[in-house]
């Protein structure tokens, strides 16, 4: 399988010991992961949560407990409500979830209000990180950083013409970053709109009457995977082609139907499969797919799983870290009251500081070490 691997995700476990006592440290995490052939982030969550809590330095320390609740819809109005039943629980954080933008960016809204630290896992939205909240830490890289990678990758390949499929309107301004170095260099990037009916062969067409041979397509996994079956239809995936993927989910992308396996498909997968969990994890993760998905064959863990998890540990590290100088209470607070969390700002301030790792990773890779190809 190609693929530019960046290393990891998952954090090292740093736990460190502190004196605590045996009070529960609660989490909430809002989900929206359906219960039928899962991206498994309930069970990654409660991997996380179990792993810490079985560790020897936790010992007679504050339980984690990770609240669970159910999205049944991307609404606003609903996740509110959820908000305002899981404020009056005391939690240090609210995690997720990985594709409702509106709900997410209401309980960003809550969060902030509440100086509550909030963790996204899902790919930026254009318009909604412009106003950002200071509670709000996306784990998942930046639409900067993968600019900065893909541009890396045509560094690499000395390529100084390429096509970009956009499934979406916004993708220009996602990838503003990968189109300035275009700009600069005088290289030539066509750049191709799907339309509403979603139907890319006209494109392809175009494309292939063009003969450019590297196509950047920024689409989510499912829409990337229809443009490569339409392109192997139209005879495209010979060795002559490139095709270099934006979404992080290359792990999940199936490529066994495609004729030609002399073609360059890459794509960037950022699990650190050194890590000393990760086998374990992506095991419990298959058997568990095995378990509620029988009829499709289970290709890898999602991402937003890994990053749930990641998001566990670095929550609690950084109340651990931090109650070692500061006497970190947890607080009910509710959605009728002005009050806030006292300790979300300085959580906010060491998690920022402490979560600098990918962005730099998904970069260096992309440079150094370059693709590898089928
Ligand atoms: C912080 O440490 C104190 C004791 O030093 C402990 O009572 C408290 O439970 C700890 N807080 C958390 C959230 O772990
Ligand atoms: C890109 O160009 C450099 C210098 O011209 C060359 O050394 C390198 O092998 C080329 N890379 C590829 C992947 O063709
Ligand atoms: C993927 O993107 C397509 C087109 O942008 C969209 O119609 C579809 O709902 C998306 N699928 C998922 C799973 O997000
Ligand atoms: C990947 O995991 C290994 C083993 O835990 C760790 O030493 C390394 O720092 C991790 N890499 C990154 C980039 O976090
Ligand atoms: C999932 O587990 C099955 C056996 O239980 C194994 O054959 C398969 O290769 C695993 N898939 C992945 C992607 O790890
Ligand atoms: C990423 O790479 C670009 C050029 O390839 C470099 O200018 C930039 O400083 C790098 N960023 C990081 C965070 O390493």
Excluded at 112 to 133: I, L, N
Aim: proline fraction near 5%.
């Amino acid at each position: 399988m190609p693929r530019v691997s960046a290393p990891l995700v998952l954090l090292p476990a740093w736990l460190v010991m502190v004196a605590c006592s045996p009070h529960s440290l609660r989490i909430a995490a809002i989900l929206d992961d359906p219960m039928e052939c899962s991206r498994g982030e309930r069970l990654s969550i409660t991997l996380a949560k179990n792993r810490i809590n079985r560790a020897p330095e936790r010992l007679g320390k504050a339980k984690v407990e990770v609240d669970i609740f159910e999205l049944l819809r991307d609404s606003e109005y609903e996740t509110a409500e959820t908000m305002c039943q899981i404020l009056p629980k005391g939690v240090v954080a609210v995690l997720g979830p990985s594709s409702s933008p509106a709900s997410s960016s209401i309980i960003s809204n809550i969060c902030g209000e509440k100086e509550v630290p909030h963790f996204k896992v899902a790919p930026e939205e254009f318009v909604k990180f412009q106003f950002q909240r200071f509670t709000t830490l996306n784990l998942h890289p930046s639409n900067t950083d993968i600019s900065v990678a893909v541009a890396g990758i045509l560094n690499f390949f000395n390529c100084t013409t390429a096509c970009l499929i956009c499934a979406k309107a916004e993708c220009l301004l996602n990838l503003e970053k990968l189109l300035r170095q275009f700009l600069i260099s005088k290289d030539t990037l066509s750049v191709r709109m799907l339309d509403d009916t979603r139907d890319p062969t006209p494109l392809l067409k175009e494309i292939r009457d063009d003969k450019t041979a590297t196509i950047i397509i920024h689409a989510n996994a499912s829409m990337s995977h229809t443009i490569l079956l339409k392109a192997a239809e139209l005879g495209m995936v010979s060795a002559y082609y490139t095709y270099i993927f934006t979404n992080l989910e290359f792990s999940l992308q199936r490529m066994d139907s495609l004729v030609d396996d002399r073609v360059n498909i890459l794509g960037f997968s950022i699990f650190n499969q050194s890590h000393a969990f990760f086998q374990e994890f992506a095991q419990s993760l298959n058997q568990s797919w095995q378990e509620n998905c029988d009829h499709v064959p289970f290709t890898g863990p999602a991402l937003s799983s890994a990053l749930l998890f990641d998001a566990v540990y670095a929550v609690v590290t950084a109340v651990q870290e931090l109650n070692r100088s500061q006497e970190i209470g947890v607080k009910p607070l509710s959605c009728g009251s002005a009050q806030i969390w006292q300790h979300g700002t300085s959580l906010m301030n060491y998690l920022r500081m402490n979560w600098k790792v990918l962005p730099a990773t998904l970069n260096s890779t992309a440079k150094a070490r370059g693709p590898t190809t089928l």
